[in-house]
């Protein structure tokens, strides 16, 4: 079967490290995507790992291990606008992108 | 200018209805999905075209057509609907049949009633 596992929710305050872990199970394997949702919006792309190790696009970074089926998004420097839930995709043999459920991030100040 | 345009936004109907959502992209992109977004915000895709052609048909109830009249439309036909139809219904497009980065529309937000 395919899966994603991701946490369903997470805190932390403005200024701090967050980090949302992504464990998959696909048949197939062709790159971790990450995308961000506001609460009423549109996912939108945030990052995309083909291959292992860590990709970095500002205050986000995006990390992978093929051989851990497994990835990580990282945020610095939380602002309250990250406040959103972050979806982990896969892309599967059959060309179709599959989303985990979703970790709804929740930034105090 | 809108990449990933639907309407209608909001859609309040009831049971047994048929209704329609019309999509339109003006990113070039050659392949076009339906995603059906639950309470839970679980994203699920539907369908996915590429150049008009359907590509993907997950299980999904007949009731559901969707249509491809050129490769910047793809337009959602739901028939007699019911109430765990409702949902948000996203289209998005990207380039390739299997792209990473996939752009949303805004969402068409579906109540039945």
């Known amino acids: 079967g395919q899966s994603l596992e991701q946490p369903s929710e997470v805190t932390a305050v403005e200024g701090a490290i967050v980090q949302i872990n992504c464990t998959y199970q696909?048949?197939?394997?062709?790159?971790l995507s990450w995308y961000q949702q506001h609460d009423g919006g549109a996912p939108t792309f945030l990052s995309y790992n083909a291959l292992d190790g860590l990709e970095e696009t500002g205050r986000f970074s995006s990390f992978l291990s093929r051989s851990d089926s497994y990835g990580y998004l990282l945020l610095q420097e939380l602002q309250m606008k990250d406040s959103a839930s972050y979806f982990c995709?896969?892309?599967?043999?059959?060309?179709?992108?599959?989303f985990g459920q979703g970790t709804e991030l929740s930034v105090k100040p | 200018d809108t990449a990933v345009s639907q309407t209608p936004k909001y859609l309040v109907t009831q049971m047994g209805n048929d209704k329609s959502i019309k999509c339109e992209q003006n990113l070039g992109h050659d392949t076009m999905y339906w995603y059906k977004q639950d309470s839970k915000k679980f994203l699920k895709i539907m369908f996915s075209?590429?150049?008009?052609?359907?590509?993907i048909n997950e299980t999904v109830p007949n009731r559901f057509s969707p249509k491809s009249p050129d490769k910047a439309h793809l337009n959602l036909h739901i028939n007699s609907l019911e109430l765990g139809d409702s949902a948000v219904y996203f289209c998005?497009?990207?380039?390739?049949?299997?792209?990473?980065?996939?752009?949303f529309g805004e969402g068409s937000w579906l109540t039945v009633v």
């Open positions: 075209y590429n150049n008009k052609e359907l590509i």
């Open positions: 696909t048949s197939g394997f062709y790159g």
């Open positions: 998005a497009s990207s380039q390739g049949g299997a792209g990473n980065t996939i752009y």
């Open positions: 995709a896969v892309r599967d043999q059959g060309g179709k992108l599959i």
